[in-house]
C-alpha cells in the first residue's frame, strides 16, 4: 500500500514564500516522475511543475521563475518552493508521482491535498 502524503501549506501574504513537500511511503521499487499540481475553486487541475526520472523538468509558465522543483531519491520525497506568491496562486496543490511497486507496470500515485491560500 503506498501512500503520499503532503505537508507545508497555509496561508502567506502576497510576496511571501512557502515549502511543499511530499513523501512517498510503502513497498516502492521506482519512482520514475514527480510533480506538483493544482487546483482552484471552479478551475481545472493544472499541472504545476514535474520532473521525470531523467529528462528536463516543466513548469507551468506563470510559475517559472518563482517556484522550484526538486526531488530526493532517497527519502521519495518531491518538494516545491514557491517564492513570490500572488494571489492567483491559491489553490489545492497535489503532488503525484509514478512509481512501481513490483508489480505488472508503473501507474500514478496522488497526495491527498494541501491548501495554498495568499492573501493579505
Known amino acids: 500500500q503506498v501512500q503520499l502524503v503532503e505537508s507545508g501549506g497555509g496561508l502567506v501574504q502576497p510576496g511571501g514564500s512557502l515549502r511543499l513537500s511530499c513523501a512517498a511511503s510503502?513497498?516502492?521499487?521506482?519512482?520514475?516522475?514527480m510533480g506538483w499540481y493544482r487546483q482552484a475553486p471552479g478551475k481545472q487541475r493544472e499541472l504545476v511543475a514535474d520532473?521525470?526520472?531523467?529528462?528536463?523538468?516543466n513548469y507551468l509558465d506563470s510559475v517559472k521563475g518563482r517556484f522550484t522543483i526538486s526531488r530526493d531519491n532517497a527519502k521519495n520525497t518531491v518538494y516545491l518552493q514557491m517564492n513570490s506568491l500572488k494571489p492567483e496562486d491559491t489553490a489545492v496543490y497535489y503532488c503525484?508521482?509514478?512509481?512501481?511497486?513490483?508489480?505488472?507496470?508503473?501507474?500514478?500515485?496522488w497526495g491527498q491535498g494541501t491548501q495554498v491560500t495568499v492573501s493579505s
Open positions: 503525484k508521482m509514478n512509481l512501481w511497486t513490483g508489480s505488472s507496470t508503473a501507474r500514478d500515485y
Open positions: 510503502g513497498t516502492i521499487f521506482r519512482i520514475n516522475a
Open positions: 520532473i521525470p526520472g531523467g529528462g528536463s523538468i
